[in-house]
């Protein structure tokens, strides 16, 4: 069996016994006025953050959702789309299919606003989307793509890329790994399944966006997501998990190289009213800057004494420059 098929077999085990916490989120799913979720897909969150960032999803996008779980953020993407096929959820394990579907019909007798042809269940997997090229607003993908071998992310990655329209965004939510994660524990297929042990590091993540074609990307949140403890996962270290939200957009990845917002900001502390870069960036003294990681340690270069540079904040949510 192929660590691929290790993971169908798991999410068909956990389609038909739904295990609530398999993916240990630290949230409650994201509450929205007029929506009501049903106990039994709530009890499904196998994500561990969230993709859905209601800042991103204006003008009833189309939405391409690869791994559709329990249906959970279907369904929430629905809320924004509010249209037949206006959410597209991909998904290769039939009793997932399945769940998902007797999910969502609970959801259309309990949401006046909701239509169960809102969503769209199709059969596939992220490494051949059933869908043209160009042709979605948005793709999401919650605590999937983090199963992935790299080799097999790219594909997933690239795929993604594919079918944005120019200028669409990849919502991802995904653990990351404070280091790397040794061979004895990647090669656990279940573990890997279960979410636990394929995690990259977090310049490696970023790294395979980019190299995908992602010009920019955002990150929404980063947050303590499991312990890998030295006695169940023989190491000799404790090892961190962190859950990273992130938005990537399909925009072409400038010649000094690609923007990753990670929350840090430049101030300006001068003499003068404002500093000018003449590289498009303006600080107003004692004004906080939103900037990419490219620009700040540019600034941070360039004039040290009198641009402070904050730190990572993990949280961005647009503004600033690029
Ligand atoms: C960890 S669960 C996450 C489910 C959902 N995104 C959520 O947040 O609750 C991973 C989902 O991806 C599906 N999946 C597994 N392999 C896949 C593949 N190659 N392509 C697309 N989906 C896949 C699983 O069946 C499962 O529904």
């Known amino acids: ?24 989120v630290q949230s409650s799913p994201l509450q929205l006025p007029g929506l009501k979720i049903p106990p039994m897909m709530a009890d499904m969150n196998y994500g561990c953050g969230t993709t859905v960032h209601p800042t991103e999803l204006s003008n009833q996008p ?39 579907t ?29 869908m043209p090229d160009d042709s979605v607003d948005v793709v999401a993908q919650n605590c999937l793509f983090n199963i992935f071998e790299p080799a097999d992310l790219m594909k997933a990655l690239k795929e993604a890329y594919r079918v944005l329209k120019p200028g669409g965004r990849l919502l991802m939510s995904d653990p990351i790994a404070t280091r790397p994660i040794p061979p004895h524990l990647q090669e656990d297929e279940r573990l890997r399944a279960m979410c636990l042990s394929g995690a990259l590091t977090y310049q490696s993540y970023v790294q395979h966006l980019v190299r995908s074609g992602f010009g920019q990307v955002e990150i929404r949140a980063k947050r303590p ?19 990273l939200d992130s938005v990537s957009f399909k ?20 003499a003068e009213e404002f500093f000018d870069d003449n590289a498009g960036h303006i600080l107003s003294r004692g004004v906080p800057a939103a900037v990419c990681d490219k620009t700040a340690a540019k600034l941070g270069k360039v004039n040290p004494e009198e641009i402070l540079i904050t730190d990572s904040t993990w949280h961005y949510i647009g503004g600033g420059c690029c």
Do not use: H
């Open 225 to 243: 997501y499991r312990l890998l403890d030295c006695q169940n996962y023989n190491l000799e270290e404790p090892l961190l998990l962190e859950s």
């Open 62 to 100: 189309t939405v391409l959702y690869v791994g559709v779980g329990g249906g959970l953020e279907a369904l929430q993407f629905a809320y924004f789309s509010q249209r037949p096929g206006g959410v597209i959820a991909v998904e290769p394990v039939q009793a997932m299919r399945e769940a998902a």
């Open 102 to 130: 007797r999910n969502l019909k609970i959801a259309a007798q309990d949401n006046s606003w909701f239509d169960q042809s809102f969503v769209e269940i199709r059969e596939g997997d992220a490494f051949a989307l059933p």
């Open 1 to 24: 069996m192929t660590y691929l098929e290790t993971t169908a077999e798991f999410y068909s085990e956990v389609a038909q016994t739904p295990q609530v916490g398999l993916c240990c």
């Open 251 to 270: 925009v072409v990845i400038p010649e000094d190289g690609p923007c990753i917002f990670t929350g840090k900001t430049a101030i300006y502390m001068g």
